[in-house]
């Protein structure tokens, strides 16, 4: 847990990309896509999405090689 201390930091900053693939009507978001808009280091990404994170109800799942990491509860 090195990044503990700036996780919240670094959640509002997926959390906003999230929210602009949501804008424009991405319902399946992948890990790789917040990497490049981000910059940030993939295992912090998914570290930040497993402690919780808010997603816009047009988002659907959030994947990572082919694996659900976050999927909206129907």
Same mark, same amino acid.
């Given at each position: 847990?090195?990044?503990?201390?700036?996780?919240?930091?670094?959640?509002?900053?997926?959390?906003?990309?999230?929210?602009?693939?949501?804008?424009?009507?991405?319902?399946? @978001? +992948? %890990?790789?896509?917040?990497?490049?808009?981000?910059?940030?280091? *993939?295992?912090? $990404? @998914? +570290? %930040?999405?497993?402690?919780?994170?808010?997603?816009?109800?047009? *988002?659907?799942? $959030?994947?990572?090689?082919?694996?659900?990491?976050?999927?909206?509860?129907?």
């Amino acid at each position: 847990m090195k990044y503990q201390l700036d996780i919240e930091k670094y959640r509002k900053a997926i959390e906003k990309v999230i929210q602009r693939f949501a804008d424009k009507g991405w319902e399946e @978001i +992948e %890990v790789e896509e917040l990497w490049f808009e981000t910059s940030l280091p *993939v295992d912090l $990404i @998914i +570290e %930040v999405i497993k402690s919780g994170i808010t997603v816009p109800p047009e *988002v659907k799942t $959030i994947t990572h090689r082919g694996n659900v990491l976050w999927k909206a509860h129907e």
